[in-house]
């Protein structure tokens, strides 16, 4: 499966963007799905994960209140509408593919725990 990152972009403090992520060579409906980051200099950070029906989701404390999640598996998307950003939200933000069908753990949080990866959409918020 490959996975696609876009709309990532400049933005200002208080701004909104909308992340997307499509998937291609694979239907992504039996699985769990993630988005993460990476700013210059720290290791890549949870940020959100959906379950396959997208009832159920998991946020990094960081990002509650803030960001939402949401997928539509008719088009195999995930997107991720980001409001009211900072400038320690700016990152490289990657889509993430768990490969284990039909199954929300407590894990979904750690990076180790997805298969594959996209290859990252820079978001920058200015202050």
């Known amino acids: 499966v490959q996975l696609q990152a876009s709309g990532g972009g400049l933005v200002q403090a208080g701004g909104s963007l909308r992340l997307s992520c499509s998937a291609s060579?694979?239907?992504?409906?039996?699985?769990?799905m993630g988005w993460f980051r990476q700013a210059p200099g720290k290791e890549r950070e949870f940020v959100a994960a959906?379950?396959?029906?997208?009832?159920?989701?998991n946020y990094s404390d960081s990002v509650k209140g803030r960001f939402t999640i949401s997928r539509d598996n008719a088009k195999n998307t995930v997107a991720l509408q980001m409001n009211s950003l900072k400038p320690e939200d700016t990152a490289v933000y990657y889509c993430?593919?768990?490969?284990?069908?039909?199954?929300?753990?407590?894990?979904?949080?750690?990076?180790?725990?997805?298969?594959?990866w996209g290859q990252g959409t820079q978001v920058t918020v200015s202050s």
């Open positions: 959906i379950s396959w029906t997208g009832r159920v989701t």
């Open positions: 993430a593919l768990d490969l284990d069908r039909f199954r929300w753990s407590g894990r979904n949080h750690l990076a180790d725990e997805y298969d594959f």
């Open positions: 060579g694979r239907t992504i409906s039996p699985y769990v």
